[in-house]
């Protein structure tokens, strides 16, 4: 299971409140994992993560465009390769594929090690400045 710990925070509370829900995702995707592949919890979490995505992007990036934030379109690619990836994962649960957890849990602790900790952690002083708690 993954904790939380600060070397994830951004530096602003309600991004950070929402950050911590990909981590119940992620320790989903683990104790789907362990409890023998359930499709259906796989399925369940898939949705979960559909759902995230829509709400937490678009607060980061509503916040971006608010903000002039110069990478904006860039971040914005990130996040829909996440939205995209999410739903390429749900199409391999329907059409029965049962190895969906290994990938979905490896993309996940990318998105952790890769997006959150570097692209989300380079707004932080825009966001900041902008009195942003
Ligand atoms: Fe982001």
């Not at 949705?47 to 980061?60: C, G, L, P, R």
């Not at 996440?82 to 029965?96: C, D, E, K, P, W």
């Not at 490896?106 to 890769?114: D, I, M, P, Q, T």
Request: net charge negative; aromatic share 12%; with cysteine.
């Amino acid at each position: 299971m993954i904790e939380w710990e600060e070397k994830y925070s951004v530096g602003i509370t309600s991004i950070d409140e929402q950050h911590k829900k990909i981590i119940g995702i992620i320790n989903r995707v683990i104790a789907a994992k362990e409890f023998d592949d359930n499709t259906e919890d796989i399925a369940e979490i898939l949705n979960e993560m559909a759902v995230y995505s829509q709400d937490h992007f678009k607060t980061e990036e509503t916040h971006m465009i608010k903000f002039k934030y110069p990478e904006y379109q860039y971040h914005k690619e990130e996040h829909n390769d996440f939205a995209l990836r999410t739903l390429a994962y749900q199409s391999r649960v329907i059409t029965g594929d049962n190895c969906v957890a290994n990938a979905v849990l490896e993309y996940l602790k990318s998105w952790l090690v890769n997006h959150i900790q570097k692209a989300d952690k380079k707004y932080s002083d825009c966001f900041k400045k902008n009195e942003l708690k």
